[in-house]
């Protein structure tokens, strides 16, 4: 009991982070820079352990505020996730629409094309794009967008395949319904929920993505922070302080295990 | 074997495919490979083009491009006169081979203990044990590695922080790219696991009493490893080529620093070689898994 117990309530904990971290990390924007400005150095607090005043999680080897730092960063990493997820949900979507609900040869091709996409790694796919876009938020969510979008297209037209079946597309077809009214009034709606948990794993994969790249030197750089990039810092200055690696890593271990357990209990039959 | 050759044309439809994106995406990229931090005289910009072609139309550096690597030559590296691709590779393949061998191993051992246990502990033990392993899921390997370096290398100062000698500089990153794997496998064999204890095959293997350990090996555990196997091909694969992250960190002279360095550096011939490389790599593996999951399990054989 206890096992279970105490697993139950570390869940809870790292949920409760996760729900600070979204909220701070996407109002940050909100504060003024006199508050909390992310770039400003104060030299003679470089490396201020946590709790100096006025610097709660410490700062930086460049007397930067860790919690400003932090949380401009989790406004970039989770800003860039969500349209990752999003855009790469829809752009799956599209495809696998089109492709599973016109059949023939353009069900053909595009499958060919998506195979030759997947069988890429996300990440070489998205390393390989950034080469063409440079560096820069913008250019992180195209290139992850293109890396990650081919298991939602999979998925969307095997179930487009499936709805293609039912006996009320059979009735739509033989009255001669346009294949775009078809697609917006019968398609869509019916893929609604599959797109929805799709979008729960693709937007912890667009975090998971940004950070990495980030992380690598690869996507956004530096001065700018987004959690790949603060993991980075934290990584060099560890013979100095453990906080500056600490606090990126804690906001994205709980945000990624409050996505893994939030799609897991939706994929459990109830 | 219509099927095999079938796929074997497909292989070559990606590698030509994938040899076409990588060429043109990385021509139209901003910028060329000699563009550093000092502005080189026009006059010696113009010969180094000159030297590697690249003043050449586009297409007819291309077809030069693709017939040499027909020819098995990626030419040689930009950023490391003197050195081949070929021989680039030559030297990284084998570390990344022996890396992404050991993390494959390591997650498939991983998997098939955990993935026991859910399926034959308790219920409390079992529902911890799910838990913990789809958290396994959701740890990134970049994270994992600075993690580990922080406490094991830093803190406890046990095993070496970086670079490629000896066994021990293997254990943390071959962890920290298979406990991630583990996690997905272990809930696979899981699955399946519960799956054949509930099938009509093993219930009358039970109800007949034979032998439990032979019950356990031959009538549930056997039958159960088609899940896991069909993964192993994937798997692989992306244990082989997702190590340029964990390369990167522990410094370690494999394929995946190499192609991290060629994009940074822009060496077109060392993009290509490593992008290639990782292609084949990718279809070899798919196609053995597919090929091992036929093997290892009659089912799909009849089919």
Same mark, same amino acid.
Not at chain 2, 125 to 153: E, N, Q, Y
Not at chain 2, 188 to 203: C, G, H, M
């Given at each position: 009991?206890?096992?279970?117990?105490?697993?139950?309530?570390?869940?809870?904990?790292?949920?409760?982070?996760?729900?600070?971290?979204?909220?701070?990390?996407?109002?940050?924007?909100?504060?003024?820079?006199?508050?909390?400005?992310?770039?400003?150095?104060?030299?003679?607090?470089?490396?201020?352990?946590?709790?100096?005043?006025?610097?709660?999680?410490?700062?930086?080897?460049?007397?930067?505020?860790?919690?400003?730092?932090?949380?401009?960063?989790?406004?970039?990493?989770?800003?860039?996730?969500?349209?990752?997820?999003?855009?790469?949900?829809?752009?799956?979507?599209?495809?696998?629409?089109?492709?599973?609900?016109?059949?023939?040869?353009?069900?053909?091709?595009?499958?060919?094309?998506?195979?030759?996409?997947?069988?890429?790694?996300?990440?070489?796919?998205?390393?390989?794009?950034?080469?063409?876009?440079?560096?820069?938020?913008?250019?992180?969510?195209?290139?992850?967008?293109?890396?990650?979008?081919?298991?939602?297209?999979?998925?969307?037209?095997?179930?487009?395949?499936?709805?293609?079946?039912?006996?009320?597309?059979?009735?739509?077809?033989?009255?001669?319904?346009?294949?775009?009214?078809?697609?917006?009034?019968?398609?869509?709606?019916?893929?609604?929920?599959?797109?929805?948990?799709?979008?729960?794993?693709?937007?912890?994969?667009?975090?998971?993505?940004?950070?990495?790249?980030?992380?690598?030197?690869?996507?956004?750089?530096?001065?700018?922070?987004?959690?790949?990039?603060?993991?980075?810092?934290?990584?060099?200055?560890?013979?100095?302080?453990?906080?500056?690696?600490?606090?990126?890593?804690?906001?994205?271990?709980?945000?990624?295990?409050?996505?893994?357990?939030?799609?897991?209990?939706?994929?459990?039959?109830? | 074997?219509?099927?095999?050759?079938?796929?074997?044309?497909?292989?070559?439809?990606?590698?030509?495919?994938?040899?076409?994106?990588?060429?043109?995406?990385?021509?139209?990229?901003?910028?060329?490979?000699?563009?550093?931090?000092?502005?080189?005289?026009?006059?010696?910009?113009?010969?180094?083009?000159?030297?590697?072609?690249?003043?050449?139309?586009?297409?007819?550096?291309?077809?030069?491009?693709?017939?040499?690597?027909?020819?098995?030559?990626?030419?040689?590296?930009?950023?490391?006169?003197?050195?081949?691709?070929?021989?680039?590779?030559?030297?990284?393949?084998?570390?990344?081979?022996?890396?992404?061998?050991?993390?494959?191993?390591?997650?498939l051992?991983f998997a098939l203990i955990i993935g026991m246990g859910i399926a034959l502990c308790g219920a409390?033990t079992s529902a911890?044990l799910k838990?913990?392993a789809?958290?396994?899921?959701?740890?990134?390997?970049?994270?994992?590695? *600075? #993690?580990?370096? $922080? !406490?094991?290398?830093?803190?406890?100062?046990? @095993?070496?922080?970086?670079?490629?000698?000896?066994? /021990?500089?293997?254990?943390?990153?071959?962890?920290?790219?298979?406990?991630?794997?583990a996690g997905y496998l272990a809930r696979v064999f899981a699955t399946s696991l519960e799956e054949t204890r509930s099938s009509p095959f093993y219930q009358?293997a039970r109800?007949?009493?034979?032998?439990s350990r032979?019950l356990l090996f031959r009538h549930l555990i056997a039958p159960s490893l088609n899940g896991v196997v069909s993964i192993?091909?994937?798997?692989?694969?992306?244990?082989?080529?997702?190590?340029?992250?964990?390369?990167?960190?522990?410094?370690?002279?494999?394929?995946?620093?190499?192609?991290?360095?060629?994009?940074?550096?822009?060496?077109?011939?060392?993009?290509?070689?490593?992008?290639?490389?990782? *292609? #084949?790599?990718? $279809? !070899?593996?798919?196609?053995?898994?597919?090929? @091992?999951?036929?093997?290892v399990d009659?089912?799909? /054989?009849?089919?």
């Amino acid at each position: 009991m206890a096992l279970t117990k105490g697993s139950a309530g570390l869940r809870r904990l790292i949920f409760l982070v996760f729900v600070f971290v979204v909220f701070f990390g996407s109002a940050s924007f909100l504060l003024s820079p006199s508050v909390m400005n992310p770039q400003a150095q104060d030299a003679r607090q470089v490396l201020c352990p946590p709790g100096t005043p006025g610097h709660f999680l410490g700062c930086d080897f460049l007397g930067r505020d860790n919690l400003a730092r932090l949380l401009s960063g989790s406004t970039v990493s989770l800003g860039i996730g969500l349209s990752v997820g999003v855009l790469s949900t829809l752009f799956g979507a599209v495809w696998g629409v089109v492709s599973g609900s016109s059949g023939g040869v353009t069900d053909q091709v595009m499958m060919r094309i998506l195979e030759v996409w997947f069988a890429l790694p996300e990440l070489l796919i998205a390393t390989i794009l950034l080469l063409l876009l440079g560096h820069g938020a913008l250019a992180v969510v195209v290139a992850l967008t293109f890396g990650g979008w081919m298991g939602v297209a999979r998925v969307v037209r095997g179930e487009t395949l499936k709805i293609r079946e039912q006996l009320y597309m059979e009735a739509s077809r033989s009255i001669g319904t346009p294949p775009v009214r078809m697609i917006l009034r019968h398609f869509l709606p019916n893929l609604l929920p599959v797109m929805g948990v799709l979008l729960l794993f693709r937007i912890p994969g667009g975090i998971l993505g940004e950070s990495t790249l980030s992380f690598l030197g690869l996507g956004i750089s530096p001065p700018q922070s987004s959690w790949g990039t603060l993991v980075n810092e934290g990584f060099k200055a560890l013979p100095m302080t453990p906080w500056m690696l600490a606090w990126p890593a804690i906001a994205i271990l709980t945000t990624l295990l409050s996505f893994q357990w939030l799609s897991q209990k939706l994929g459990e039959p109830k | 074997m219509k099927r095999l050759s079938s796929r074997l044309i497909g292989v070559v439809f990606l590698l030509w495919a994938v040899f076409t994106l990588t060429f043109f995406l990385s021509r139209f990229a901003p910028g060329n490979p000699f563009q550093g931090d000092r502005k080189l005289p026009p006059e010696i910009m113009a010969n180094l083009l000159a030297y590697y072609h690249l003043d050449r139309p586009l297409g007819v550096q291309y077809l030069e491009a693709l017939r040499h690597a027909l020819l098995g030559d990626f030419g040689g590296s930009f950023k490391n006169p003197g050195l081949s691709v070929n021989e680039m590779i030559a030297r990284a393949l084998p570390v990344s081979l022996t890396l992404g061998g050991v993390a494959l191993l390591e997650s498939l051992v991983f998997a098939l203990i955990i993935g026991m246990g859910i399926a034959l502990c308790g219920a409390r033990t079992s529902a911890f044990l799910k838990t913990f392993a789809t958290s396994l899921v959701a740890l990134p390997s970049f994270l994992l590695a *600075t #993690v580990m370096i $922080a !406490v094991f290398s830093s803190k406890l100062g046990l @095993l070496p922080p970086a670079l490629w000698e000896g066994w /021990r500089s293997l254990i943390l990153p071959s962890l920290s790219m298979s406990l991630a794997p583990a996690g997905y496998l272990a809930r696979v064999f899981a699955t399946s696991l519960e799956e054949t204890r509930s099938s009509p095959f093993y219930q009358a293997a039970r109800g007949h009493g034979i032998a439990s350990r032979f019950l356990l090996f031959r009538h549930l555990i056997a039958p159960s490893l088609n899940g896991v196997v069909s993964i192993l091909g994937p798997l692989g694969a992306s244990l082989l080529t997702g190590s340029f992250v964990v390369e990167s960190i522990f410094a370690i002279p494999g394929l995946g620093r190499v192609f991290v360095l060629s994009v940074m550096n822009r060496d077109y011939p060392l993009i290509m070689g490593t992008t290639m490389v990782y *292609t #084949v790599l990718l $279809a !070899v593996m798919t196609l053995a898994g597919d090929f @091992l999951v036929e093997r290892v399990d009659p089912r799909i /054989r009849a089919l």
